[in-house]
């Protein structure tokens, strides 16, 4: 990082759980991404990745649960009536489902589907998983006052307002 001014890189990337298929990827049909680096926009160890490469890089990249979206906590399950689901989604034990919450909306994973009641986890999908990210450079440059103001980044693949 060049002194005193943060960077914008934008970026394709794919994300699997060590010797699986892949997730989710920016690939398909989708656009990069574009991360403020240094604003913890993004998961820590992707973030730190991300500061010293250039255009065109193309790498893969082992990101520790530790140092991706933590470890899984076993408290985190929460009964929630059903009326609170989309009602156009199957509700079976594995799916994630999307929950409106206070917070705004969370991916949840159902474990248990009762008569009126749904026992969910709250951890985040990807939480207590070692990942592997394949990632493309595609843009990188100074970030501008009004990002580093708003702590993230504007444009294609960024924040729109
Ligand atoms: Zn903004």
């Excluded at 979206?69 to 594995?94: D, M, S």
């Amino acid at each position: 990082m060049s002194a005193g001014t943060q960077q914008v890189v934008r970026f394709h990337y794919s994300v699997a759980e060590v010797g699986k298929p892949a997730m989710e990827s920016s690939r398909e049909g989708g656009e990069p991404i574009a991360a403020l680096i240094g604003a913890g926009n993004i998961i820590p160890g992707l973030e730190k990745a991300l500061a010293d490469k250039k255009v065109g890089d193309r790498f893969e990249l082992l990101v520790t649960a530790a140092e991706a979206y933590g470890p899984r906590n076993e408290a985190l399950t929460q009964r929630v009536p059903k009326k609170y689901f989309p009602t156009q989604v199957a509700l079976r034990p594995g799916v994630t489902v999307m929950l409106q919450t206070q917070q705004g909306p969370r991916p949840v994973t159902v474990v248990k589907v009762g008569m009126s009641v749904v026992d969910v986890d709250l951890n985040h999908p990807m939480a207590g998983k070692d990942l592997n990210f394949d990632i493309e450079i595609v843009e990188v440059r100074d970030a501008s006052e009004e990002e580093i103001a708003h702590g993230h980044a504007h444009g294609t693949g960024g924040h729109h307002h």
